[in-house]
């Protein structure tokens, strides 16, 4: 299915319509395998940049001359043998432009430039088509007008419109291209939710995240304490749990601390536990959570953020296996494995002494590095099928599908609350979709939709103000520099792309200095 609407939000779109409009006068739109026209020129109130077109589609058949054009153009397109077409329209002497559209090698659509005459029409060319317009219902004085305006395309323009509407058609097919492949990715992906690329309650198809299955795997029958480091949002809990749930402990206890979320001395008597009458509100005995995680894991969570009185004592379990409950005199035995987390550069706190060494490395016997999610960009398609799946099922309804737009929305963002952040999103988007079966980016938080809104490669940088020549130029060099990157260097796989001479690209490249010596030297 080819979405046409998102297709005509392109920013590649509307930037040449842009310009084909401000330089050449002339219209660009597009339409569907039946002729059917997805831009907004058969809209009553369109600001046409051609006048002859806007005197056209005012007048009370206009419309339907121009649809058997559109018709007649398409039919020809579509036997596949034209890669581009110069058609005679309706009006006498009026031309257009179409390059065909094609999908997966079959034609869906056209690009169309329209309308304009040839340097060459006479004056009493120009005469028959004012008589024949005035014929088909437009007043003498609107089509005297429009007549006076028609763009009178030159070669050399005809050439540059050529080269624009074709570039468009190849933008269009490129951009769909890119989303279905991103497609059929989910869909194989989605399968395999569940087998090869999860691990307990993680999914991830990455290297990254398979190399850490790994590890995980290869630890499960170990005892030492490992030391979780990573981002937030990415999943150092779930690591933990991980380990816990494929140790021989599994059936014992699995306790979460957060250090950071204490002062010392409640994380002290949370730890350790305390003795009656210890301090004023320690009015019986408490047990620590090493006591009630004894024979299970203890995860430590946010252990950067302990003190470093809490630091020794931490050292001490580890070490020796005992601790002192405050206000106690006899310390406890315990038998609990520990594992830590944090976000924190702890080797840079240890060069500030904010750190002990020794207890660094008693606890970093095993070292797991998360990666941040915008390192493991192929695995956002699975997450967001795996946390649609979830949510949809945890909320009673059936299960969504993502826009295209949406997909291609959630993979261009970077980010920053990694996995958090972006199941956040997936909840939002089923929330705010309510019954819709697709969800579009409509109901994408605002930062995520907008992002890189200014940034679209193809044509960032290409001047619509100042002089013709000089846009030209810029655009003849932004297009042979990517080209030339594009066909590693061989002048004449792109001069034919480029549909000029071998000669003439050779010239150009030395022109504006893009060959490869000189950009290396
Ligand atoms: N690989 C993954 N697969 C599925 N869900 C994940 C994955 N990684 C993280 N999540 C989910 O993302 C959320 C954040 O994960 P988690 O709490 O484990 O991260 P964290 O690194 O401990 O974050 P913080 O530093 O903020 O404490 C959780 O809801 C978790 O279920
Ligand atoms: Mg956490």
Redesign the pocket.
Known sequence: MINWQDLGKLHVVSKLEGILGKWFGVEMFYTDAHGKVWSDHTNKDYAFKSHFMKVQMQSAYGHDFLTEDIEKVVDQLAQGKDDVVVYQSYFKNVKGVAFPVKFEGEFAGAVFVYPFVMDTTTSAEMDELKKHMIECGTTPEDAAVACEKVKKMWPREMEYVRELGGLLAEEMMSFHEEISKRENQIHELSSQVGEKYRYH????KSKK?QAIYALLEKISNSESSVMIQ??????????AKAIHFYSPRKDKMFLAVNCSAFNDNLLDSELFGHVKGSFTGAVKDKKGLFETANGGTLFL?EIGDTSLSMQVKLLRVLQEGTYLPVGATTPKKVDVRIVA?T?KNLKEMMAKGEFREDLYYRINVINIG?PALRERHE?IPL?ME?FLKKRCDESGKAMKTYSKKCMEKMLDYPWPG???EL?NEVERLVVLSADEKTIGPENLSPRILDWGASAEPAFKGVNTEGTLKDALEQLEIMMIREGLKRCNFNKSKLAKELDISRASLIMKVEKYGLDKRTKAA
């Open positions: 309650s993680m999914v991830g995240m990573g981002e937030n949002g990415t999943g150092k809990e779930l690591v969570d987390a976000n998360l695995d997450l795996y990694n996995v958090r199941e």
